[in-house]
């Protein structure tokens, strides 16, 4: 399994709390990404980076916020958690947008927000 | 933006049975293709990817996939199912080029029934 650690693995909030989950690396890929989970949706991007510091939305990134301040690790914030926000929140690496590369992912975050 | 469409969203086959999954995506660029797998309280492992060539990939566990450019399909098959391959599967769809990471689509919830 490709190097990847998610912390926590769980968590339960309240509402109006902030967040942050942590996504660590061992592989010294540049790219990383966040999705999130959910029933019936498949998973769907919230945040990407490219390189340290250099990060972009993505599909569902309202009310989320991410940092990357080194190649290893890629942090993604719930600036106030809502119940809308309870998920299994995925972490993936990357070695690029070239031919033929795959994503690796890390094991989940189960966020339950209540 | 590309879009990925997963036919059945629960199939439920006896062991032995054979197995195709559809799965159709929009976009008019060149793609790179992956089904992935997701066995129950997992997370996300590569089961085959097609990026160019041969259009018939094989992947592990004795799944392959087709890529018809034409129908913008990439189906999934094996020719017989077992126990084991109960689990969550998912297409997905990710731009040559670009860094926005991977399209899913909505998934699969297959139950093999011994």
């Known amino acids: 399994d490709a190097g990847i650690t998610q912390s926590p693995r769980h968590k339960v909030t309240e509402t109006g709390t902030p967040v942050t989950l942590r996504c660590h690396q061992t592989?010294?890929?540049?790219?990383m990404y966040w999705y999130r989970q959910d029933p019936g949706h498949g998973l769907r991007l919230i945040h990407y980076?490219?390189?340290?510091?250099?990060?972009d939305k993505g599909e569902v990134s309202d009310g989320y916020s991410v940092s990357r301040s080194k190649t290893e690790d890629f942090l993604l914030t719930l600036e106030s958690a809502t119940s809308s926000q309870t998920s299994v929140y995925f972490c993936?690496?990357?070695?690029?947008?070239?031919?033929?590369?795959?994503?690796?992912f890390g094991q989940g975050t189960r966020l339950t927000v209540v | 933006a590309q879009s990925v469409s997963q036919h059945n969203h629960h199939v439920i086959l006896s062991e032995a049975a054979s197995l195709e999954l559809g799965c159709n995506y929009s976009?008019?660029?060149?793609?790179?293709l992956f089904w992935y797998v997701q066995y129950p309280g997992q997370h996300l492992q590569l089961l085959l990817k097609?990026?160019?060539?041969?259009?018939l990939v094989k992947g592990i566990k004795g799944f392959e996939a087709e890529f018809i450019k034409s129908k913008f399909s990439f189906n999934l098959r094996k020719p017989s199912v077992q126990w084991s391959d109960t689990a969550e599967y998912f297409c997905?769809?990710?731009?040559?080029?670009?860094?926005?990471?991977?399209?899913f689509g909505k998934g699969t919830h297959l139950i093999i029934q011994p």
């Open positions: 997905a769809v990710s731009k040559r080029g670009g860094a926005d990471g991977l399209t």
């Open positions: 097609y990026f160019s060539g041969d259009p």
């Open positions: 993936a690496i990357s070695d690029g947008p070239g031919e033929g590369t795959e994503a690796f």
């Open positions: 592989e010294n890929h540049r790219y």
């Open positions: 976009y008019g660029g060149t793609v790179n």
């Open positions: 980076s490219y390189g340290v510091k250099d990060t």
